[in-house]
Structure formats: C-alpha cells, structure tokens
C-alpha cells in the first residue's frame, strides 16, 4: 500500500512542478508584451479602489485572479509581473491537481497502481489544434485552442470547471448527501467570480443532457436530483445576471471596454468568420483526436454520463460562440470563452478513454482495427502536441515563427 500511494503523489507532484513553471513563464514573459491580455488584468487588478466592491461595480466584475494577484503583490511584495505569473501558474497546478480527484472519481479504472495516467494527463495542458492556413487564416483563433496561456481568467476558471464538472458526475452517478449540493453551488459562485465563460457554457448544455436523458428515463427520482442541482446554480446565475447587467448596461465595469458594448447580436459566424474560413473544417482541426477517439469508442460515449455531459457543454458553448457576439465589440471572441473550456474538458476526456483503451488492449489480443485505431490516434495527438508546444515556445520567445 504505502509504496504505491508514495509513487502516485510523487508523479502527481512532479507534474504539478512543470504545469507550474510551464504557465509561470509564459505568463511572465506575456506580462512584458504591450497589449496581452495579462498585462491589462495586472494593471487592473492593482487599481486603486478602496473595497471589493468598489473593484466589482467600477473595475471588473470577476475579480478572482485579480485580487490573488493583489494578495501576491500586497502581502508577499512581489513585483506586478511576478504576481501575476505566479497566480496564473498557481491556478494552472491547481487545475492539474483537480484532474487527478477528477480521474479517481470519475474513471478509476485508469488510475492504475503506478500512476502513470497523471502523467500522461499533463498532454492536455499543451496540446493545440492542428493547422492548415487555407482554413485557420490566424492560428490561434482560427479555432482557438484549448490552452490559450494570455488569458487569466480562463485559466483561473478553469479550475472550477474540472471541480464543477467532478461534483456534477458524483451527484448525478451517486446516492449523495446534502453537502455535496452545498459545494457544488459554491464551486460554481467561485467559477462567476474567476470568470461567466463556465456558467455560459454549462448552464445550456447541463440543460440539454437533462431533457435528453429525462425524455429517454422518464425516472421521477432522477428529476428530484436534476432539480437539486439546478438549485444549487442559482446562487451563481444570480451573480452572472449582475455580470452581464455590468457589460451591457452600465459599461462601467472596465474602463477599457468603456460603453462599447450595445447589447447582443445573432448571426451564424460573425465573430469566428474573422479567423476562420470555414468554421466545420476548423472544429475538426482542433478536434481531430478526440474525435477519432470517441468514433473508435461510442459504445463508451453512449454508456457514460460525464462523457455525454461534456460533450452537450461542448454543442452548447460551441455554438455559444458560432451564433452569439457583443454589437460594437465583433471582432473580439468574447463569446467564445465557453467553448475554450469545453474544448479542454473533450480533450481531457479523450486522452482518458484513449489511456483506458491502452490498458485494456493489454489485457486482450490487438485486432487490425485496433492497431488502426492507435496508429491514426498517435499521429494525430503527435501533431496537436507538437503545435502546442510550438505554440507555447513562440509565446515564451525561444522561437520566433508566424503561428
């Protein structure tokens, strides 16, 4: 027993050393460009305002990351580019630490004895999507990424969405107590206060797994959890609600997106179109992985309830991005932050089916369609991996290439 516990902690705490200083330099190095998003929130989330409230009402209305920064800055007198790549680090080991309480509740069968699965989870922290410039004429947004490392808050709410999505699956797979109810709705306040991208997200797409699988089920038991669950996200819609009042009303929160916005458009594209030619082929850029994984094992997708969960965020926060924009702001992807998370939890999935399908072939004699499967798989998670990483070395300056 002993043994084994030491070896899992000490690969989970290696990982969480290199998830941390992946982000802290980047982040640190992000801090020095003009114009990134990291610089603004920095010099944001030191403005001078005499309570939190003050912060909420005149600065920004989610100020998690803002005031940890603040907290490093204050209390431990850290420079402002050292504080701020030090929260973002913070919160990207933390995320890393909740994948691992994610895996042993929701897929214990991957978390083998030596633990070797939290290591390999790491690739979801690097992996980007695939590129061909006739279609993603901007790299990065052309499809965005799963890991856009500029962006604080989204890395900060990043953290409450794995938390969020872990209680959901115990909830919904379990008997559970009260408390788990209690700690989902402060899980999900948390995730307002880091960032509404979540809640944007979740909120549809939690809506449509539940009439879907209420329609098939038709279990009055199941409807009793499904309306506990939706209780427990009022606390937090509230909070979004005063967000969005914030944004489009008052245009005080922000003194950079000062009355820009106008209210809130529908058109197919209209922000993507920006970055992307075609907005089909880009989905399958910077998902041809996890797609061919969940081909390879649908029986899994139409068995598994957080599977089916993640993937009805990620229809809602996808098309979320495809339909929604801010009049005044077009151009500026603001409604595409859902998607960002819900692409990182597909890719989280699809590395752990794809670790599970690797144990079992173990177990079993490989058919040609298996071999088929793993072949086209690696080549495809070897060329996310390698535009992720390269990705990531031209945001931290080692290399200097057109992305």
Wanted: net charge neutral; with cysteine; proline share 3%.
């Amino acid at each position: 027993g002993m043994q084994r516990t030491y070896i899992k902690k000490w690969k989970l705490f290696v990982g969480s050393i290199i998830i941390f200083m992946a982000t802290f330099i980047v982040s640190y190095h992000a801090y020095f460009l003009p114009g990134t998003d990291i610089y603004y929130h920095t010099t944001w989330a030191l403005e001078d305002v005499d309570s939190i409230f003050d912060f909420i009402s005149n600065v920004l209305s989610y100020p998690l990351w803002h005031y940890t920064t603040r907290f490093l800055y204050v209390v431990f007198g850290f420079e402002e580019p050292m504080a701020a790549a030090i929260a973002m680090a913070m919160y990207n080991m933390l995320t890393y630490i909740a994948i691992d309480y994610f895996c042993k509740e929701l897929f214990p069968e991957i978390c083998d004895e030596a633990g070797n699965y939290i290591l390999l989870i790491m690739m979801v922290f690097f992996v980007g999507p695939l590129y061909y410039p006739r279609f993603n004429i901007h790299y990065y947004e052309g499809q965005w990424s799963p890991n856009p490392w500029h962006n604080p808050t989204n890395i900060t709410v990043r953290l409450f969405t794995v938390l969020a999505l872990t209680l959901i699956g115990i909830i919904i797979e379990n008997a559970v107590k009260i408390y788990h109810y209690i700690l989902l709705a402060v899980v999900l306040l948390l995730s307002a206060l880091a960032k509404p991208a979540f809640l944007q997200g979740i909120i549809p797409g939690l809506g449509l797994y539940m009439i879907i699988s209420m329609f098939i089920k038709k279990d009055k038991n199941l409807l009793v959890k499904y309306i506990k669950i939706i209780v427990a996200f009022i606390p937090s819609v509230m909070y979004m609600v005063y967000q969005f009042f914030m944004t489009v009303t008052t245009n005080k929160s922000n003194s950079q997106n000062q009355s820009d916005v106008m209210g809130v458009g529908f058109a197919w594209g209209r922000e993507m179109h920006e970055w992307t030619t075609n907005m089909g082929m880009s989905f399958l850029l910077a998902f041809a992985f996890p797609v061919i994984v969940f081909v390879f094992n649908y029986k899994t997708v139409l068995k598994n309830k957080i599977v089916q969960i993640i993937c009805c965020f990620e229809v809602a926060a996808w098309l979320e991005g495809a339909l929604l924009y801010f009049k005044g702001k077009e151009g500026a992807c603001d409604f595409v932050w859902a998607s960002i998370l819900s692409m990182f939890m597909v890719w989280l999935i699809a590395i752990i089916i794809f670790i599970k399908d690797h144990y079992e072939a173990r177990e079993e004699k490989k058919t040609i369609m298996y071999w088929l499967y793993e072949v086209i798989s690696y080549i495809a998670l070897g060329g996310h991996l390698f535009l992720g990483i390269l990705k990531w070395m031209v945001n931290v300056g080692i290399i200097n290439v057109a992305l």
